[in-house]
């Protein structure tokens, strides 16, 4: 054999070698290009600056062409040019739109960099905002598979908006409460848990059936002129409803939705008098165009319900009969009479624009706006609890668990991506847990922009007591390089401890969906009384204790009552007016007071026995529990800081003896705050009954001690 044709054969031979591994090595490159989003199509964004045109028509060269911008974006950012770099980061993302890194930077800029260099609220949220939208309304959908995305976008949200860490979250928090309250509305104010998810998923059915390309089966929030003939078909009452506001100028879209939206937002807390009377940054254009129209509907629907219940009382019929029929499943009621009425009440209190027309726009919205899958957040409802989506824990939640569901098929644990965006659903739970419960006044806050306060959501603690012992789990599995679950044990005693004091003071004991501070006391006591050494003895005598004694133990410790006795009962006073009487829950005001009580009296005790026995013991001790109420109640109605509707509601459900004894002394505050921000003293605060008599009997009680009071002065003998 020649020469010549041995190297033919040893060459032959390499190359088919060389095929032979290269095919071994496809599917690892497969799932690179996948993860890099490589296997997209790699088209350029759209509004190319004229003078990068040239870049965009460089084909495989516009890669280097991208790596030389962001290498003069990253010594930008290092030289603290901060606005310079989004500029850049902007035209890397329209000449390179496959590229997650980009994305992630330029968002986190704008939330983090840039804002902070803002001046005023308003313009620094306008920078915290524009980074969520760009990675929910661009980045993601053009990088549906980069679970960094995903991370980045709910990291935003649980920590620039949902934490504390900015000085300006108070107003972060209370625009996205408006933004969602406006698109969603607030019937979880009105709403058991369970009612209120099964609402959101007429919402998820809407999406299904007039959302869904029918072609390629993905979320299309454009509806052809068929989808929307359709639906008028399936709805002829919102049909109408429709073409009433058409005659307005108002079409089935987002415009309308945002409307409507912002109308019934401020009515769930105001009367239409109030509303009627914002000035134009308060009140949108469009939703003043349309209030006459909602009064109408309102007023025609109490008409309605007010002729049914005539004709209930025509028939017979109390109360407690008439609801027990409404009630009542329709084919069980057997006289023709009552079936009748029943079908009146039906169609009284039937309401097309709210039960119909607004899930439509609603889907609508959040699938061609928001790009959000409201199948996917009625999911995590039915699999977590009653997510409140004007919280920022909820959002967080969602594009958390979004990430690990839209990653699923390169799940990898080595891949800290993955990792951390799983955990990052264990804190947005956690999040819901501690601040889930939203109270959210529209007018509030200094700049009459919205405050909105938060409270525990104890739904949330079997969701989040799971995704705890996942991550236990996990942290017990030597393949994820941690073979201890010690600190685990640790952190889930402590969260139990939390969930048995939130439980106690919010729970509902009507409500059988929701755990109880005991059953929560008897599981703290089966899983940690007995066990271990070291963390877990400190509590061993405190699981002897009966439940309220446990409780107050807790709270004792964490508010250091024994240095400052006076500032625990303020507390509990002032978590009783604003989370008790403020959200017109009078049992919640109860428990607090009652915690109040037991506090006061173990003070008092303490001082009696005095550990100065020499000093008087009426100087040691405290002032009684009804006059610091009383003190308090006045300290918190003049307040300006608290929001005036909430301030409303606690004298609305405070005693009549509370209100008759400080209503003169706060009146002139009260009516000051209330027409500064527009509103009438007298609808707020209406004076208490037998307010005359009170203060005749003040006066005669002033006279008589003036009467016998001493003389000042010696007289000269």
């Known amino acids: 054999m020649s020469r010549d044709r041995i ?23 497969s799932v690179e290009r996948r993860e890099l989003q490589l296997a997209a199509d790699t088209d350029v964004g759209e509004n190319i600056p004229p003078e990068y045109a040239l870049l965009a028509q460089l084909g495989s060269f516009r890669g280097i062409a991208v790596n030389a911008l962001w290498y003069q974006l990253e010594m930008q950012k290092r030289d603290g040019k901060y606005f310079e770099a989004n500029t850049l980061s902007q035209l890397i993302t329209k000449l390179q739109p496959r590229f997650p890194q980009v994305w992630a930077f330029t968002a986190w800029n704008m939330a983090y960099n840039i804002s902070v260099k803002a001046q005023t609220p308003q313009e620094r949220w306008d920078w915290v905002n524009k980074g969520i939208s760009l990675l929910r309304e661009e980045g993601i959908p053009q990088n549906p598979n980069a679970i960094r995305l995903y991370r980045e976008l709910g990291w ?36 058991r848990a369970r009612d209120y998810i099964a609402q959101f998923e007429r919402l998820a059915q809407f999406t299904d059936d007039y959302f869904v390309s029918g072609t390629t089966g993905l979320l299309d929030g454009t509806p052809s002129s068929e989808t929307f003939t359709r639906f008028r078909n399936d709805f002829p009452q919102a049909s109408r409803v429709i073409s009433e506001l058409n005659e307005l100028g108002f079409d089935p879209d987002t415009r309308t939705l945002l409307a409507i ?47 049914v219940q005539r004709r209930a009382q025509q028939q017979g019929l109390t109360g407690q009969q008439f609801m027990e029929l409404i009630r009542t499943p329709r084919d069980q009621v057997t006289a023709p ?7 009146n009440w039906s169609a009284a209190i039937a309401d097309p624009l709210r039960s119909e027309l607004l899930p439509f726009l609603r889907a609508r919205t959040l699938v061609e706006q928001d790009r959000m899958d409201p199948r996917f957040m009625h999911r995590l409802m039915q699999d977590f609890g009653p997510v409140d989506w004007r919280s920022p824990f909820g959002h967080s939640l969602y594009w958390y668990g979004k990430g690990v569901d839209k990653a ?6 080595t891949k800290i991506d993955q990792i951390n965006t799983d955990r990052g659903i264990i804190h947005s739970l956690q999040g819901l847990f501690r601040f889930g419960t939203l109270s959210f006044d529209p007018l509030g806050g200094p700049q009459g922009r919205g405050s909105v306060t938060a409270q525990p959501n104890i739904a949330f603690i079997p969701a989040y007591e799971t995704a705890m012992q996942n991550a236990r789990d996990r942290a017990a599995d030597v393949e994820w390089g941690v073979a201890n679950d010690t600190s685990y044990e640790a952190g889930h005693e402590n969260f139990l401890h939390d969930a048995i004091r939130a439980a106690y003071f919010y729970g509902n004991q009507f409500d059988p969906d929701l755990p109880t501070a005991r059953q929560l006391y008897d599981r703290v006591r089966e899983l940690y009384w007995n066990r271990g050494e070291g963390f877990q003895r400190t509590y061993q005598s405190r699981y002897e204790l009966p439940l309220d004694d446990f409780v107050l133990a807790l709270l004792l410790e964490d508010l250091m009552m024994q240095q400052v006795p006076t500032t625990v009962i303020t507390s509990l006073i002032h978590r009783g007016f604003f989370e008790g009487w403020g959200r017109n829950r009078r049992e919640v005001f109860t428990r607090f007071y009652n915690m109040a009580q037991a506090v006061h009296k173990k003070a008092q005790e303490e001082r009696a026995g005095g550990d100065n026995p020499n000093a008087e013991v009426a100087r040691r001790q405290l002032p009684p529990l009804r006059r610091m109420v009383t003190d308090y109640y006045f300290q918190f109605m003049t307040n300006p800081v608290l929001p005036l509707l909430t301030r409303h509601r606690v004298y609305l459900n405070s005693p009549a003896t509370i209100r008759l004894t400080t ?27 037998g307010l005359a008599e009170f203060r005749e009997q003040v006066r005669a009680q002033q006279q008589a001690a003036e009467e016998n009071q001493p003389p000042t002065a010696i007289e000269r003998q």
């Not at 009479?337 to 029943?342: A, K, Q, Y």
Request: aromatic share 8%; charged share 25%; proline share 3%.
């Open 408 to 413: 699923y098929d390169k799940r990898d644990r």
């Open 156 to 191: 935003i949200l649980f920590h620039k908006v949902g934490g504390t860490s900015d000085d300006m979250h108070h107003f972060y928090k209370a625009q996205v409460a408006r933004e969602w309250h406006t698109k969603l509305g607030g019937d979880i104010d009105r709403m």
């Open 7 to 29: 190297i033919q054969l040893v060459a032959l031979t390499l190359v088919v070698g060389c095929l032979i591994f290269s095919s071994a090595l496809i599917e690892n490159i």
């Open 337 to 343: 009479s009552l079936s009748e009425l029943r079908d």
């Open 261 to 307: 939206g912002t109308a019934f937002m401020l009515r769930d807390a105001y009367d239409w008098s109030v509303i009627e009377a914002l000035d134009d940054d308060q009140l949108s254009e469009d939703a003043r165009a349309l209030i006459p129209y909602l009064k109408q509907r309102e007023l025609d629907r109490r008409q309605r319900i007010a002729a």
């Open 663 to 689: 209503y003169d002394a706060m009146a002139t505050a009260l009516r000051a705050q209330s027409e500064a921000q527009g509103m009438s003293f007298g609808n707020l605060f209406p004076p208490p009954q």
